[in-house]
């Protein structure tokens, strides 16, 4: 017995000598890093994640183990572990394939929220700029100024106006303006190309240590492609003289470790309206990468885009009631803006050791901005009208610097991340004026320049118990705000500053396979407009809101991903933006609740059916019943479709989005009328052409796309009248595409 004791124990301490690391690297057929691949040893149970760069470290495994690498979209490869592999590394190819849901294993993702995203983009491509913010589900965007305006955004029963409680970043840069000269948060993403979108990551809620200033219904971070398959031209025309071209051009075909790539796109149209809107814009965007002989990866970008429009406005309903104008008329034709931005973003992935790796970008972007509105008509100023200007020129300098570590704490594995991060905003001119037909001046009601910066650091860490996981996570941010009113006769710089601490702590359980529970908490905050904060000596600088969701994403059948969450935010102040007074009227405590559903289901191999539902109780917490509505804050959204992807040529699909009737006011005595709108769309794919059809608003609906209850007076009128006033949606309307790839 003794000896056969002996003979175990030598065994096993051979095996054990024998257990090495293997070091690997995956990509796809075109030789491009893979990230998110689950490399899983069945002998083991050991199992890993390839990085961005495509590489990954697997503990503990023998010649003659075998090893399952798997990703969405990719064919599933077995590999037995030979002595090279252990000797030399192991490097891998994955062939793309149909996506198909029942290979998705949820216990296998590393964000299995996030990967509905990834399922969407794939079965239905973007391609518009609305339609990049219309993949995060729940969220419903509006337009209201001809097209060229920032959309008006809905994300969990808040009316976000333009960004002002929800965080945008393309590529680590920020895209949310602060102290905006049309309204804190300003996320104009329209210098966004969409079909240069690779992935969109996005979460609901302030639990996140990487999310800073508004941060509180949610944040999405968009990242460009590194590089394309192919090269493309497109052109589009349609309806309301609608024309857009597009051109994608791979330059570094030949090259493993560089990728280069630049696109144009040209948008002209105008629109539905009696006035046309007159919109044009050109976006130009290009990107460089280059990967290092040790898988560093460095990557430029740089773009530019400029747009013009002019536009109708919001008209009051009582006007079209009584026949005066039509829904797409309006009573000052003569509003309208432009807008240019200029991005340069530098990014650096550098792995410093086998458990530590660095992430940093520095960016600069020039921005100017300058819009024409007249909400109130003849409220204010009954000869020259309420016509008003808003002007800005802004330099944005930013960096983000972040540092992963794996570590063990005892034998329990632990991931660290910290991070610091400095944004500095020089506003030129910040300006509202009261004007007429866009050429006189009549009165300048604000004039100034403003300094802002925030500098930010955190922590956030990442424990594996078995099946559980816990989260937490720190972050401080500290703010520097600069005011110089050129409106007094002396110069005169006020200043605030601000700190605050933001704890998050989150637990995802898988308690399956294919079945993950989380409960997500937090603490975040959105910052007030500069000019507010040196005006009130500092009040209500970085009011808090908490948060807490409750949580799932299930596969119940092979076919069907369901993800449902239950969740609560409270906010210490909500703010508006009056934009003709240039002011933020606070207005007090606010608490939200509500269900979030959504399900992805596969029906056969090229036949996809999406659905996200948001049910939400929003309401003014200071405030008596019935007079504690939130104006705009909807209490039920919807939307998704049935999308063909690759069938015999053809991919396409029918989409719906629906937004319920919600109050206008704090009484709920006008209401914002909802609506239900379906979209169409159709390719056909040969040889290196393809032939699309797009039709909006297919059953040819009168909606309205943004509402708001404004108090106005027509030039007739002898007593102001408050009512809804709109902007209407877009009626039927067909284009056709022909594109073609080499």
Do not use: C
């Not at 192991?90 to 062939?95: G, I, K, R, T």
């Amino acid at each position: 017995m003794r000896n056969i004791i002996t003979i175990i124990v030598l065994l096993f301490s051979f095996s054990s000598v024998l257990a090495q690391d293997i070091k690997g690297k995956i990509t796809d057929a075109f030789k491009q890093p893979l990230e998110d691949v689950y490399i899983f040893n069945a002998s083991t149970n050991s199992h890993a994640h390839s990085l961005p760069n495509g590489t990954f470290i697997l503990l503990n495994n023998k010649v003659g183990d075998t090893l399952n690498l798997g990703l969405l979209g990719f064919k599933k490869q077995t590999i037995v572990v030979s002595k090279q592999h252990v000797e030399q590394g192991l490097e891998v190819a994955l062939e793309s394939k149909t996506l198909m849901l029942e290979e998705l294993v949820i216990k296998e993702q590393l964000n299995p929220v996030n990967t509905i995203t990834k399922i969407d983009v794939a079965t239905t491509p973007v391609n518009s700029s609305q339609e990049i913010l219309r993949k995060v589900p729940g969220l419903i965007i509006g337009q209201h100024a001809g097209g060229g305006k920032a959309e008006q955004l809905f994300l969990r029963g808040f009316d976000i106006d333009h960004g002002t409680d929800i965080s945008i970043n393309v590529d680590g840069m920020p895209v949310n303006m602060v102290s905006h000269a049309h309204g804190q948060g300003y996320s104009d993403l329209h210098f966004v190309i969409p079909e240069t979108i690779n992935e969109i990551d996005f979460g609901k809620g302030p639990y996140y240590g990487k999310q800073g200033d508004f941060n509180t219904a949610g944040y999405v971070d968009f990242s460009t492609k590194d590089h394309l398959k192919e090269s493309t031209i497109k052109l589009s025309a349609g309806q309301f003289n609608s024309l857009k071209t597009l051109a994608m051009f791979n330059l570094l075909e030949d090259k493993l470790d560089q990728n280069a790539y630049l696109a144009a796109e040209y948008l002209e149209s105008d629109g539905p309206f009696e006035s046309p809107q007159n919109f044009n814009r050109l976006n130009l965007f290009g990107k460089y990468v280059m990967y290092t002989p040790d898988n560093n990866k460095l990557s430029l970008t740089a773009s530019h885009f400029t747009s013009r429009w002019d536009a109708s406005g919001q008209i009051p309903q009582r006007e079209v009631d009584n026949g005066n104008i039509t829904r797409f008329g309006a009573i000052d034709d003569t509003e309208g803006g432009n807008t240019h931005r200029t991005n340069f973003n530098l990014e650096y992935n550098k792995y410093m050791s086998d458990n530590t790796k660095l992430k940093t970008n520095a960016f600069y972007s020039h921005y100017a901005f300058e819009l024409y509105s007249n909400f109130t008509f003849f409220l204010e100023d009954p000869i020259n009208g309420d016509q008003i200007k808003q002007k800005e020129d802004r330099h944005i300098f930013g960096v983000n610097t972040e540092i992963t570590k794996d570590l063990s704490l005892g034998n329990l594995p632990l991931s660290l991340t910290s991070g610091i991060g400095l944004r500095h905003d020089v506003v030129n001119d910040v300006e509202l004026s009261k004007t007429l037909n866009k050429t006189t001046i009549i009165e300048n009601v604000q004039l100034g320049d403003i300094n802002q910066t925030n500098i930010d650091a955190f922590v956030s860490a990442e424990v594996a118990l078995g099946k559980l996981t816990i989260n937490p996570a720190l972050r401080f941010d500290y703010f520097k705000f600069l005011y110089n009113d050129k409106l007094q006769p002396a110069l005169n710089t006020q200043s605030e500053t601000k700190a605050i601490v933001s704890p998050k702590l989150n637990f995802f359980y898988d308690a399956k396979d294919n079945l993950q529970l989380f409960v997500k908490s937090g603490i975040g905050f959105h910052s007030n407009d500069t000019r507010v904060v040196v005006a009130q000596s500092g009040e209500d600088i970085l009011p808090r809101a908490y948060g807490v969701d409750v949580g799932n994403i299930w596969k119940p059948f092979s076919k069907l991903i369901v993800n449902s969450a239950l969740w609560y935010l409270f906010s210490e102040q909500e703010f508006v933006y009056v934009g003709d007074a240039g002011i933020v009227e606070p207005s007090g405590e606010s608490e939200r609740y509500g269900l979030d559903l959504g399900l992805r289901y596969q029906l056969n191999d090229w036949l996809f059916l999406d659905t996200d539902a948001t049910f939400t109780h929003a309401r003014s917490v200071e405030e008596a019943d019935g007079e504690n509505y939130i104006p705009l804050a909807p209490d039920f959204t919807m939307a998704g479709g049935l999308s063909v992807k690759d069938i015999k040529g053809f991919s396409g699909g029918i989409r719906y989005r629906f937004i319920d009737d919600r109050p206008a006011n704090e009484d709920n005595s006008i209401v914002a009328e909802g609506y239900f709108v379906t979209d169409f769309n159709v390719n056909y794919t040969f040889s290196d052409i393809t032939l699309g059809l797009v039709i909006e608003n297919l059953f040819d609906v009168d909606w309205n796309e943004t509402q708001f209850a404004t108090e106005s007076r027509l030039q007739n009128e002898a007593q102001p009248v408050e009512e809804i006033h709109f902007t209407p949606g877009t009626p039927f309307f067909i284009k056709g595409s022909i594109s073609y790839s080499f």
